[in-house]
């Protein structure tokens, strides 16, 4: 293992992204808990470039978007952070940018797997009914606009033995002989994460939406959901402009926050 990681750190060091500034600058960590709290450490102890990734081999207490722990094994997946600057942002407006990040990843992994891969309000990449992958974004605050984002991203790439029947990796789905070229990989993410955080830059937010409800999970399809304990069905026709799920309940439209709703995955759709 020791051996394999220092290969890694060379290697990281030495991908040229064709990107204007998104992993222009690479902090790669052997081990760490959490790549978004060391990007977060950096952020308050110095003024990072824009673009700047943080990434490490064993992350060993990663977490989600509702406290659960993002368990992968080292070595064989891609934990990275990346911290932007979207000061043209407002704090209301924070989804925006969660929409970008998951179309910039969507673009760099759908060649590999397919037209099944999809979106999951409001920040897991599933392919068909299991979990490819997850995104936690933090944001620093100053006055009413977005000082500060890290950009937490966790891929399940070669690991192909999991704890849980819902997990999947790009090796399961669509398996190589030498397996996938992590640093490779990453290269590719940086180039459409930036894409895409361009055209938000730009003010594309339409475009951004359309290709986003394009490949929402469940969209405009009827199944069962859950919020305070009640079970429903309905179906999802949107989004709101603060980030809310929009369900179509008994003909009439309720709007959920994140935690106050959660998708029936693997009992009755």
């Known amino acids: 293992m020791a051996l394999y990681t220092t290969k890694l750190y060379i290697i990281l060091y030495k991908i040229h992204p064709k990107t204007l500034f998104v992993g ?4 790669y960590l052997p081990s760490c808990q959490s790549t978004n ?3 977060s450490v950096l952020i308050a102890q110095i003024d990072p470039n824009e673009g700047l990734v943080v990434i490490t081999d064993n992350q060993t207490a990663g977490r989600g978007q509702r406290g659960n722990q993002w368990e992968a094994k080292a070595g064989e997946n ?13 704090a209301t407006e924070q989804f925006w940018l969660n929409i970008a990040v998951s179309l910039g990843i969507y673009d760099a992994l759908q060649p590999l ?5 999809r979106i999951k309000w409001p920040n897991d990449i599933y392919v068909g009914n299991q979990k490819l992958g997850g995104i936690l974004i933090e944001n ?20 192909i033995d999991f704890g849980y029947s819902t997990a999947t990796s790009l090796q399961a789905l669509a398996p190589l002989p ?12 940086c180039e459409t994460l930036e894409q895409r955080y361009l055209q938000l ?5 339409d475009t951004l939406k359309i290709n986003y409800l394009q490949i929402l999970y469940r969209f405009q399809q009827e199944h069962r959901f859950e919020s305070e304990g009640q079970s429903f069905r309905g179906t999802i026709i949107g989004i709101d402009p603060h980030g809310r799920l929009a369900i179509q ?3 009439q439209i309720r709007y959920f926050a994140f935690k106050e709703v959660s998708f029936d995955i693997e009992g009755r759709s």
């Not at 222009?24 to 902090?27: G, M, R």
């Not at 891609?78 to 407002?90: D, E, R, V």
């Not at 030498?178 to 993410?189: K, M, Q, W």
Request: without cysteine.
């Open 24 to 27: 222009q600058i690479l902090q």
């Open 37 to 39: 709290d060391e990007a």
């Open 78 to 90: 891609l934990t990275f952070s990346l911290i932007l600057k979207p000061g043209f942002l407002m």
């Open 113 to 117: 797997v397919g037209p099944s891969l």
């Open 140 to 159: 620093t605050l100053h006055g009413y606009s977005i000082a500060w984002s890290v950009v937490g991203i966790g891929l399940n790439v070669n690991q």
């Open 178 to 189: 030498n397996t996938y070229d992590l640093p490779g990989l990453l290269s590719r993410l």
């Open 201 to 205: 830059l730009a003010g594309q937010r």
């Open 249 to 251: 309940v008994n003909g």
